[in-house]
């Protein structure tokens, strides 16, 4: 009888594993692709008020488009909004076309308070559009305001007025600036008059006659401003600070208690007064010369205590 082969078990099929199979690297991201992720991002950054990052925003995006105007434009409004204006004066020299951010330059220089050359750049807006552009007027308008003429502000504030619609933020903003200006228009017309009015003979009849008053030198101005800055540090000083009892601890009395130790937060060992008063361990137990050791004996009786004891134990 033929001997039964056995057949060989086939080897174990591989399992796969994470490791054997290599891990494609990532593709980069398109110019495109990267510039429409920064202006999801930029978007929520300005509705969410965080304008700062949104200017970081744009900067990153003008590094890969720097000619993309509507990037620009919102850096432009940004730089605005969080008065930095040397930085949009910057910006917009920078473009190609200067001219179209002629209201923008305007404001930035009326806020820098370089009133002569904003006043170059409306003379240039009125030779292209008008006196009647609503820009020019505006700008004009916070010009006059700040130079002191209130007259011609009130003209501006009233043209304006009759353009804005009624139900508008712009419209009420207006209108308190309208007030304002009129309230100096009326002290200077005939409130100052009243305020003279008001005052007794003996002053109004003197005004006219006394001599103008002398200018206070500058180190005399100083002087007078530092002994008023001094003087009430002074009376503070001397008057004493009077104890609040509600924060008193129970216990206490003030002028009475001595004051609790100033190092009692520090440890024991870090203390200044550590170590003092204290006898060192051994002290005086050396021996000294000619000195002896005497054996002190013991009671008579002990020993036939203990042994009377144990032998009661015993027992």
């Given at each position: 009888?033929?001997?039964?082969?056995?057949?060989?078990?086939?080897?174990?099929?591989?399992?796969?594993?994470?490791?054997?199979?290599?891990?494609?690297?990532?593709?980069?991201?398109?110019?495109?692709?990267?510039?429409?992720?920064?202006?999801?991002?930029?978007?929520?950054?300005?509705?969410?008020?965080?304008?700062?990052?949104?200017?970081?925003?744009?900067?990153?995006?003008?590094r890969l488009d720097p000619k993309d105007p509507d990037a620009r434009q919102t850096k432009l409004f940004l730089l605005l909004q969080t008065e930095q204006y040397n930085a949009?004066?910057?910006l917009i020299d920078s473009d190609e076309e200067p001219n179209h951010h002629a209201y923008e330059r305007a404001y930035s220089l009326y806020r820098l308070q370089r009133e002569?050359?904003?006043?170059?750049?409306?003379?240039?807006?009125?030779?292209?559009?008008?006196?009647?552009?609503?820009?020019?007027?505006?700008?004009?308008?916070?010009?006059?305001?700040?130079?002191?003429?209130?007259?011609?502000?009130?003209?501006?504030?009233?043209?304006?007025?009759?353009?804005?619609?009624?139900?508008?933020?712009?419209?009420?903003?207006?209108?308190?600036?309208?007030?304002?200006?009129?309230?100096?228009?009326?002290?200077?017309?005939?409130?100052?008059?009243?305020?003279?009015?008001?005052?007794?003979?003996?002053?109004?009849?003197?005004?006219?006659?006394?001599p103008p008053p002398v200018q206070q030198s500058t180190t005399a101005a100083i002087a007078s401003a530092s002994a008023s800055a001094t003087s009430p540090a002074e009376e503070?000083?001397?008057?004493?600070?009077?104890?609040?009892?509600?924060?008193?601890?129970?216990?206490?009395?003030?002028?009475?208690?001595?004051?609790?130790?100033?190092?009692?937060?520090?440890?024991?060992?870090?203390?200044?007064?550590?170590?003092?008063?204290?006898?060192?361990?051994?002290?005086?137990?050396?021996?000294?010369?000619?000195?002896?050791?005497?054996?002190?004996?013991?009671?008579?009786?002990?020993?036939?205590?203990?042994?009377?004891?144990?032998?009661?134990?015993?027992?």
């Amino acid at each position: 009888m033929a001997p039964k082969t056995t057949a060989k078990p086939s080897p174990a099929t591989h399992k796969p594993n994470w490791k054997d199979h290599k891990s494609t690297p990532k593709q980069p991201l398109s110019t495109q692709e990267r510039l429409k992720r920064l202006f999801t991002s930029l978007c929520a950054q300005i509705d969410g008020g965080h304008f700062s990052n949104a200017v970081k925003t744009c900067d990153k995006i003008l590094r890969l488009d720097p000619k993309d105007p509507d990037a620009r434009q919102t850096k432009l409004f940004l730089l605005l909004q969080t008065e930095q204006y040397n930085a949009a004066l910057t910006l917009i020299d920078s473009d190609e076309e200067p001219n179209h951010h002629a209201y923008e330059r305007a404001y930035s220089l009326y806020r820098l308070q370089r009133e002569s050359d904003a006043r170059d750049v409306l003379e240039e807006i009125k030779k292209e559009k008008g006196e009647d552009d609503r820009g020019i007027i505006l700008t004009a308008l916070l010009q006059s305001y700040r130079e002191g003429s209130y007259e011609t502000a009130f003209e501006l504030y009233n043209q304006l007025l009759d353009t804005a619609e009624p139900d508008s933020e712009e419209h009420s903003d207006i209108l308190t600036n309208l007030q304002a200006a009129q309230k100096h228009l009326d002290f200077i017309n005939a409130g100052y008059l009243h305020a003279l009015d008001a005052l007794p003979t003996s002053v109004t009849s003197t005004l006219e006659t006394a001599p103008p008053p002398v200018q206070q030198s500058t180190t005399a101005a100083i002087a007078s401003a530092s002994a008023s800055a001094t003087s009430p540090a002074e009376e503070t000083k001397t008057k004493p600070k009077k104890i609040r009892m509600s924060r008193v601890p129970a216990g206490v009395i003030p002028g009475v208690t001595p004051p609790p130790d100033p190092e009692r937060w520090l440890k024991k060992s870090e203390r200044s007064t550590f170590g003092q008063g204290r006898r060192r361990k051994g002290a005086g137990g050396g021996a000294t010369q000619g000195s002896a050791t005497v054996e002190s004996a013991p009671p008579q009786g002990a020993s036939n205590k203990g042994g009377a004891g144990k032998s009661k134990k015993k027992k």
